[in-house]
């Protein structure tokens, strides 16, 4: 496909489960960005990669998530214990860099996660 | 504390009509923005951008103005059409290597018939 695909489109987990979401960015972006959007808000930065390296992950708000992307490409997110502040949608964006942080991220359809 | 602000949560506009969305932020390091336009049950879409060197930067229908000196930004829709009804996303980078983007809260706009 052309865009950034994620996947699923929504999860509901129970407390205490662990989730993993899954994103495949357009193909030949080496940034890859997630996101948090919480209900009224905008979107949070949580972690980038450029290829298969992790090199920010200070938006990330707890020990419980993790993210990694071992090929440079696909990307998965992973929720461990999930609580119910987990619960928003979890966006990916992609990107061509151009060094200059002046460039367009691409974004999927998100996962709309929900904790029971 | 919130270093992009969206103050109109929705703003109502009738067809044919300027719709204006205004954003401001705090932090001076940023040199790059960002508009996005979100559907519902969709991801953000890039609208139009303006770098700091540039005081304005406009495709078709679209224009976005900056003031850097009151760190405002807007985004002017002439003439509006109900199919630009959505949510509006104003975001900014400080121009480091990474490009992660500060995102506002969003305004959502509504074109009437």
């Not at chain 1, 993993?20 to 979107?43: E, K, M, N, T």
Request: net charge positive.
């Amino acid at each position: 496909g052309a865009g950034v695909s994620q996947s699923p489109r929504y999860k509901v987990a129970k407390r205490g489960q662990d989730v993993a979401l899954r994103c495949d960015p357009i193909s030949g972006h080496v940034s890859l960005f997630w996101y948090q959007q919480a209900l009224g808000q905008g979107p949070e930065f949580l972690t980038y990669f450029q290829n298969e390296a992790q090199l920010d992950k200070s938006g990330l708000p707890s020990d419980r998530f993790f993210a990694e992307r071992p090929e440079g490409s696909v990307s998965t997110l992973k929720i461990q214990r999930t609580q119910q502040e987990d619960s928003a949608v979890y966006l990916c964006a992609s990107s061509l860099p151009s060094g200059t942080g002046r460039d367009i991220q691409y974004f999927g359809a998100g996962t709309r996660l929900s904790v029971l | 504390d919130q270093q992009v602000k969206q103050n109109s949560p929705s703003l109502s506009v009738q067809e044919g009509r300027i719709s204006i969305l205004n954003c401001d932020y705090t932090n001076s390091m940023f040199d790059y923005f960002l508009w996005y336009k979100k559907y519902p049950a969709e991801g953000p879409t890039f609208l139009i951008s303006i770098s700091s060197i540039k005081d304005k930067n406009e495709d078709g229908r679209f224009t976005v103005f900056l003031n850097k000196s009151a760190k405002h930004l807007s985004l002017h829709i002439v003439p509006s059409q109900p199919g630009d009804s959505a949510v509006y996303f104003c975001a900014a980078s400080d121009g480091g290597s990474q490009g992660n983007l500060i995102f506002g809260k969003g305004t959502k706009l509504s074109v009437k018939p």
